[in-house]
């Protein structure tokens, strides 16, 4: 059978034709067939050592470009194992496809070898899951996959390739279909004017700028949106950098397990206009508990439904144009308030408080001020789900989109290292930085050997306390002791040196911040162990149960 017309090869033809760069997988018996045709391609095949690290390559890659991220695996175990990864993509709508062998049409009607249906198990966590019947049906499939993956609101899907329809002969003249996008509408004016009435009549509106603003690349509106109407804004975790942190506007991120600073802003608001903002990125009973604010919501697409979300005003269309829209229909501009210029003070002087922090095992906040002054306005940091990710997430400064990554839909812990791998690919042109808890790290710290291998520079910064520290951190709060969350470590140096990598092991405050900027700068694959205290989390959280409003 001549090689260029197994069905595997038009497999590749129309991921070649969808622009997709990279594949992060692992090779199996039954696709060898579209392995081998990927060899033979424009697109590069990241052979990874674990399954879920290729589903979170593939999530970090289609967040940061916008197009969908490839993840492929076998049947049976390989195929589950991709799950998590597609479900966290899914639940912080971001686009990936996920292809997967399945065994062939002869026996997948039966109890036989390795037979699971893939299928009904992907179906929940993605936006789309079937299996390919049969060759005819691949051009229409793929582009249907890629369409459905991409279209607002984005999400992972899934597709079931069998054995023998990979390797089946394809009929003459069977060929990818031609990419077509789905462009964003302009918002409708009866939308317009009713949100710019219910403005109009605000006293102390408040923006909230999430996840959808960063997709639609509403930055600059926002910021044009925000200075025409006097308006602050706060973002989601999963938002941070839309808005930049040093604009005079800017409130900070809201999603901490606390009454953080800017709640307050919430508190003392009677409208909200959410930009781009999804209910799972943060629970709206924690901006609005008394139902009391009426919400402007401007997205592609509807909003969800929830008792403490309740829409007056949906505006549907391009994000930036609503933004413009709106701004050019609102006639009043309203004053900041002390409020918000408190909040900023407050934020500034706990980051203030962390560049000066001498002690060692270093304070979070150090080693959040340390890592803001090493790495550059554009640079990428990934803050793995844990005690990490509450400290980054609320406290380091962000000025641009996508610059601060965190797993906000999901949550899922072990996400960092290899979503660094996919965003050096993604944007080679930056430094990237995974900041993982030493928990979270172990969990997929085997990518290393994928980084050093395929040559993709990155720094790794574990926090070490030997505990899972934020579930360390809830118990205490609630339960007032804690019990099974310690464990022991590896020579975190050794281990990243048996990979090839480089290591490094943090010993005083000081050592930190050169450590980083020189292993930024070596454009290698390097792993920084720095000792944490993480007795900081129940002050932090004792000290905002303190505080009381209106400031």
């Known amino acids: 059978m001549s090689r260029q017309a197994v069905a595997a090869r038009l497999i590749v033809q129309a991921l070649e034709a969808e622009g997709v760069e990279y594949v992060f997988g692992i090779p199996g018996e039954e696709n060898i067939h579209f392995v081998d045709a990927l060899h033979d391609s424009s697109i590069r095949y990241v052979l990874v050592r674990h399954e879920q690290g290729a589903a979170f390559m593939a999530e970090i890659y289609g967040r940061l470009t ?6 492929s695996a076998t049947l049976g175990p390989g195929a589950i194992n991709l799950q998590l990864g597609v479900a966290d993509a899914t639940t912080n709508s971001t686009p990936v496809v996920a292809i997967t062998a399945q065994v062939g049409l002869d026996r997948i009607y039966k109890e036989s070898h390795q037979v699971v249906d893939l299928v009904s198990l992907f179906r929940p966590i993605t936006k789309w899951a079937e299996l390919v019947p049969s060759p005819q049906a691949l051009p229409e499939m793929i582009r249907k996959a890629f369409k459905t993956a991409q279209t607002e609101r984005p999400g992972a899907v899934y597709l079931a390739i069998p054995e023998d329809v990979e390797s089946a002969p394809i009929p003459e003249g069977l060929a990818p279909l031609p990419v077509n996008v789905v462009r964003p509408q302009d918002p409708s004016a009866s939308q317009i004017a009713r949100a710019a009435e219910v403005l109009e009549g605000a006293r102390r509106p408040i923006v909230l700028a999430g996840h959808g603003a960063s997709r639609a690349a509403a930055s600059q509106a926002l910021v044009r949106f925000s200075e025409r109407l006097g308006l602050p804004v706060a973002t989601t975790f999963n938002g941070k950098g839309v808005f930049p942190d040093d604009h005079r506007h800017a409130l900070g991120a809201v999603g901490f397990m606390r009454h953080d600073y800017v709640n307050f802003g919430f508190d003392e608001a009677d409208v909200l206009i959410s930009v781009g903002y999804e209910l799972q990125e943060f629970d709206p009973v924690k901006i609005n508990p008394l139902r009391d604010k009426k919400i402007i919501h401007i997205h592609r697409f509807p909003a969800e439904v929830d008792d ?3 829409v007056a005003v949906g505006v549907h269309g391009d994000v930036s144009r609503s933004l413009d829209a709106l701004g050019d229909a609102v006639r009043r501009r309203f004053e900041m308030n002390g409020t918000g210029q408190k909040i900023r003070r407050m934020l500034a002087e706990e980051l203030a408080q962390g ?18 002054e090493a790495m550059g306005r554009d640079d990428i940091v990934l ?34 290292v290899p979503g660094a791998l996919a965003a050096k690919l993604a944007r080679p042109e930056r430094r990237v930085l995974a900041a993982t808890g030493d928990g979270a790290f172990l969990m997929n710290s085997q990518e290393l050997e994928t980084a050093v291998r395929e040559r993709i520079p990155f720094v790794v910064l574990v926090w070490v306390d030997d505990a899972y520290g934020l579930i360390e951190w809830k118990m205490d709060l609630e339960l007032g002791r804690n019990a099974h969350v310690a464990f022991g470590n590896p020579d975190f140096v050794a281990y990243a040196e048996s990979f090839g990598a480089r290591g490094y092991r943090v010993t005083s405050a000081g050592e930190l911040l050169p450590t980083l900027r020189k292993a930024l700068a070596d ?23 303190e505080l009381t409003g209106p400031f």
Request: proline letters at 8%.
């Open 66 to 71: 916008g197009r969908p991220g490839v993840a």
């Open 308 to 310: 403490h979300y309740p």
């Open 355 to 372: 560049r000066s922090e001498s002690g060692f095992p270093l304070s979070p906040r150090r080693v959040v001020a340390d890592v803001r």
């Open 383 to 416: 803050a793995d789900t844990g005690a990490v990710k509450m400290w980054m997430a609320r406290m380091y400064p962000t000025y641009e989109p996508n610059t601060m990554l965190v797993s906000n839909g999901l949550s899922s812990m072990g996400f960092a």
């Open 523 to 545: 454009d290698v694959v390097s792993v920084i162990a720095v000792p944490v205290d993480y007795a900081a989390n129940l002050q932090l959280t004792g000290r905002l149960g």
